[in-house]
């Protein structure tokens, strides 16, 4: 990767706040915390349940909202450093923290993305989700509490979880309560499941789709996306790492864009797969897709304001047109 490659402008639309966090980091969280120092994430896993479990055993250090400040700020130095200009980062409402809690991680997370934007140059619009197979009251409780970030930093609402496990439609009413506060829907699904995931959260008003990478398996599901200008949000190493794409068969990136469905591209969870955003770029375009087709994807299905919209369509023109 030659250094022009590495800081050309990318956006990245699917990124865990908590799935960032370096092992440096995540071991003076967790020695503030007087907690065990979570070990080496493995370099596979058996299957996306297999990864939840890992994930849930790294991320329990993050306790406090100045936690979630610092990983916000050290991810978006890390990102900018790769040339990223817009983030959407996701941040999951814990349970644990309860609901003023989770008001208070949203507070600090809209306080450190302004003052990322300030230090680094890079827009973040927040994008907070709820799990599916968690309480549905609590869901519905934190949905209503991400909506009053609406317009001040928090521009979407998503669901996560183990698709296939636990079902989707029970909370279709939270969905409703945060896109009635003014947070569109922004999914995970056709990952663990197939692509009746998919077209159940396009049923439910899904604006774009985190993953979608199993549809596919279903070549009018792909024409409908395409149709629909639908972005899916692909993370390609991960896909791999979790057994949703083969290195037997073409990716579902190559497959998606053939089929004319815009992908963005971003890494997921990059400490846990242990990779950046510039080499997941790189990666992706040893697939077929460019840095200005994904980035182009990445400005179709960014959530941002008006106003960061054209300054980042401003900011490709020059990059990849000019």
């Given at each position: 990767m030659t250094p022009a490659q590495r800081h050309t402008p990318k956006i990245e639309l699917h990124v865990h706040l908590e799935g960032t966090v370096r092992p440096p980091l995540l071991a003076a969280l967790a020695r503030g915390h007087r907690l065990p120092v979570p070990a080496a994430t493995p370099g596979t896993f058996d299957d996306l349940y297999d990864f939840i479990a890992t994930w849930n055993a790294m991320t329990v250090v993050l306790r406090t909202p100045q936690d979630y400040r610092r990983a916000l700020l050290a991810y978006a130095a890390e990102a900018a450093r790769d040339g990223a200009v817009h983030l959407e980062p996701i941040v999951d409402a814990d349970e644990g923290l309860g609901l003023a809690g989770w008001a208070n991680v949203l507070a600090a997370l809209v306080d450190a993305a302004a003052e990322a934007r300030?230090?680094?140059?890079?827009?973040i619009g927040l994008t907070p989700q709820v799990c599916r197979g968690h309480d549905l009251d609590f869901t519905e409780a934190a949905a209503r509490v991400a909506t009053r970030f609406?317009?001040?930093?928090?521009?979407g609402f998503g669901l996560s979880g183990a698709e296939g496990r636990h079902p989707t439609i029970p909370y279709t009413r939270v969905v409703d309560v945060a896109r009635d506060g003014g947070l569109p829907f922004v999914p995970h699904a056709g990952e663990a499941a197939g692509p009746e995931a998919v077209r159940e959260v396009l049923a439910m008003g899904a604006v774009r789709i985190r993953h979608g990478v199993r549809a596919v398996d279903d070549p009018e599901l792909v024409a409908e996306l395409a149709e629909r200008d639908i972005v899916l949000d692909v993370t390609p190493t991960s896909n791999l790492r979790l057994g949703v794409a083969r290195a037997d068969r073409p990716h579902p990136l190559t497959v998606l864009t053939d089929g004319g469905v815009a992908c963005s591209v971003s890494t997921d969870d990059p400490a846990i797969f242990d990779i950046t955003l510039a080499e997941e770029y790189a990666f992706a375009a040893r697939l077929?897709?460019?840095?200005?087709?994904?980035?182009?994807?990445?400005?179709?299905?960014?959530?941002g304001s008006a106003a960061d919209h054209a300054r980042l369509a401003a900011v490709g023109e020059r990059a990849y047109q000019g």
């Open positions: 300030e230090s680094y140059g890079v827009s609406a317009g001040r930093g928090v521009v077929g897709v460019d840095a200005a087709t994904a980035y182009t994807a990445g400005l179709r299905g960014m959530l």
